[in-house]
């Protein structure tokens, strides 16, 4: 009784998971013609749209804004702000000591 209530839900993901597999094997095999049509239609559509899809101007647009003018103004600032840093801590390097003890 205790096993069941722990194979329990395993088993129902187990079932959604087989009938994903019968449906998908269904639709190819033609078995189920209603919804391997609308598969068929849907693919010739996105067929018919992704070869007049202006793919040159899209990978452009992508490369801009992946790897554009922003990453080397930010490569500029990053070094900036590196620079102060590096600045800041070789000034209080070279400044004396202040203890406040006295010998």
């Known amino acids: 009784k205790k096993l069941a209530e722990y194979l329990s839900p395993m088993l129902e993901i187990m079932t959604i998971g087989l009938n994903l597999c019968r449906v998908t094997f269904n639709m190819f095999m033609w078995r189920d ?3 391997s049509f609308w598969v068929l239609l ?3 559509f996105l067929f018919l749209i992704l070869l ?3 793919w040159q101007l899209f990978f452009f647009f ?7 003018p922003q990453n080397w103004i930010l490569f500029i600032k990053k070094g900036k702000i590196e620079s102060k840093i590096t600045e800041t801590s070789e000034q209080s390097k070279n400044q004396p000591n202040r203890d406040n003890s006295s010998d």
């Not at 992508?62 to 554009?68: A, D, E, P, Q, T």
């Open 42 to 44: 849907f693919f010739v």
């Open 52 to 54: 007049v899809f202006p």
């Open 62 to 68: 992508c490369g801009i804004v992946l790897v554009g």
């Open 33 to 35: 013609p209603y919804l």
